[in-house]
Structure formats: C-alpha cells, structure tokens
C-alpha cells in the first residue's frame, strides 16, 4: 500500500512479472477491497497472487520510531513478517524507507557476524550493465571492518543479480593512490587484502568510476553513497532536460527529434532509473527489497525481479562464509597484538 502510486502500481508490476515469471507467487498485504478491485483488472496478476487483508497501513510521513510503535497489523508490517516466519521468500515495497527499514530490523535482526545492514543499489554504466553501490544510506558512518562487511555482501549481491562469477569490487575514495583518503578506508583496504575474505579486490576507486564501471561493485559509507546517488539521479535528470529543451527550441530542432525519435527513445529507456530499480537491505535474516516510492508499475516489476532472483541465488551462504574469514582475520589479530604486549 506504499509509494506515490500504489496500490494501482503494484498490482500492475505483479501483472507484469508474473506474465514473464508463471511459477513466482505473491502474497499481496493490503486493503482486501481494493486490492480485489485492481486484481479484477489484471489476470496474471490475480492468477498468481493472494490477498492478505491488513487492518492498517504506514504512511509516507510515518516516523520509523512511530512504526515500530503502531504499525503491528499493518501491511508493511505484515509482509515484512511473511518473510520471517516462512511464508514469502522476500518482501518488495515502494513504502517509508525509514519506517521499511525500522520494521525490517526489527523483526529479521542482522546476520551473524553483520555488525549493521547496508542499503545498496544500482547504477547504469557507460559499459551498458551497472554498478552496484552500497552503502546508499543505511548508515553515515562506517568503521574499516564494517567497510569490509559492505564490500562482502555487495560482492554477493552483485554475483547474484548480474551472474558475474568474479564480480570487481572497489572502495570509493579521493584517488585511486594507496596513501589517499581517511584512516577508515586505508584500513579497509589493508583488512580486505590480509584478511584472505575471497574477493576480487580492484583497489581505490573515484567518484567518475561509478558510470564508468571501473568495477561491478563500488564500496563507501551510507552519508557520501546518499549523496553520490542523489547527485547522479539530479544529473540525469538535468541532461534529459536540457535535452528536451534543445529538441523543441525551434522547427528545425523538431525534425531532427522527429528523425532521431528512435535514437532518443532508446537512449531514455537507458536513463529511466526504473529500468535498475529495486535497492535491497543486506545483512538481514532475511530478503528485504526497496522500489523507489515514484516507480511506475515496470519499475515494480523491475524491483520484484531484483528479489525472485536474489531468492534463488546462494548469495547469503557467500556472505556468510566471508563474513566467517574476516571474523578469523580479525580474532587473530587481536591474539596476536595480546601476545605482543
């Protein structure tokens, strides 16, 4: 019941994925009446899915701390739930970001050996695929271990979506020069070499690699990845502008649109960010998908796919196994540096 157009939104990305995808189930958490309506309107949709009635729903405005407080029987809550006690796999939401994530870590916790879940996402590349990037907001600050941790789950994030057996990974820095950057990130470049966790490590990586993709995978804290993410959104949305304005600037420029239509529409469908939408809270015990709350019912679909095929991979047993090795690393470490005293 969450995001700018929903429930219409939702109900339609179902009808979408599930056209594409007929062995994929959904538990659809909402205002039954509603929800009986629009599933009226879309066979697929209503073939594979069922209806969970909820009492209640979070609106937009909803601080998290006033969730955890009142939002029992709500539908965010209540699919949320599904995935811990079995029932679903994962949960996809274009919902309150906040309230998604209180809730979430709430009733899933974070993984053994996870000090904090991070949020990561996707982003076009000049190559043609994307990157992923993480942490985009989940936490301002992180620690060189917990850097580590971002890289690690990101790595499986990114295999498991994009099907690159060794996905590059790269910590987001001021240079690309090892002596570069704050105490933290060295650290976490030092603790990824020596602490034999199975990644294909790139190095230090800058702010123009991101749409390069330099690497599959771009590692930094939640407060520069938020405004990483938020500058390359608002550049693209001023290119397109910009474009728009050039295009109808004069009958002449109109022709030209008229005879590049097919150029332009392709290259908007590259720049449409709900072609990568469905970020995803890593390190929980259990699959927790976020759709921007503006998608479009592709854009849905979009974020259901990041989940159904999150949901077939392996990707948490590779987490957990590296998050093991860095755990080993470190405890040598610290015997290590008793010893030495």
Request: hydrophobic share 45%; charged share 20%; glycine share 12%.
């Amino acid at each position: 019941m969450g995001g700018d157009h929903a429930p219409d939104i939702v109900v339609e990305g179902v009808d979408i994925f599930a056209r594409s995808h007929p062995d994929v189930r959904f538990l659809v958490h909402g205002d039954a009446a509603r929800l009986s309506v629009l599933m009226d309107k879309h066979d697929a949709a209503k073939a594979a899915s069922e209806v969970v009635p909820a009492e209640k729903m979070i609106g937009m405005e909803v601080k998290a701390s006033q969730a955890l407080r009142q939002g029992k029987g709500s539908s965010l809550w209540n699919a949320v739930q599904a995935v811990e006690t079995g029932a679903a796999h994962a949960v996809v939401s274009a919902g309150n970001t906040g309230a998604y994530m209180a809730i979430a870590m709430f009733r899933l916790r974070t993984m053994e050996g996870v000090h904090r879940p991070a949020l990561a996402t996707r982003w076009p590349t000049m190559k043609g695929g994307y990157t992923v990037m993480l942490d985009v907001g989940a936490n301002v600050e992180a620690d060189a271990e917990q850097l580590v941790e971002f890289a690690i789950m990101g790595e499986a994030f990114s295999r498991a979506v994009s099907g690159e057996a060794r996905p590059k990974v790269g910590l987001l820095n001021v240079g690309s020069e090892d002596q570069k950057g704050h105490e933290e990130i060295r650290n976490a470049a030092k603790l990824i070499r020596e602490a034999g966790v199975d990644l294909n490590f790139h190095g230090f990586v800058e702010g123009d690699d991101i749409a390069k993709g330099t690497v599959d995978v771009v590692v930094t804290d939640g407060f520069t990845g938020n405004i990483a993410l938020k500058t390359g959104e608002g550049t693209a949305r001023l290119v397109g502008q910009l474009l728009r304005e050039s295009l109808t600037s004069g009958p002449l420029a109109q022709l030209g649109a008229l005879i590049a239509y097919p150029a332009l529409r392709k290259l908007r469908k590259r720049m449409d960010p709900g072609t990568f939408n469905g970020a995803l809270f890593l390190g929980l015990n259990g699959l927790v998908v976020k759709s921007h709350g503006s998608a479009n019912a592709s854009g849905y679909a979009a974020a259901i796919g990041v989940a159904e095929k999150l949901a077939r991979s392996h990707y948490r047993e590779e987490i957990v196994s590296n998050i093991a090795r860095l755990a080993h690393a470190n405890a040598a470490a610290a015997a290590s540096a008793g010893n030495a005293d």
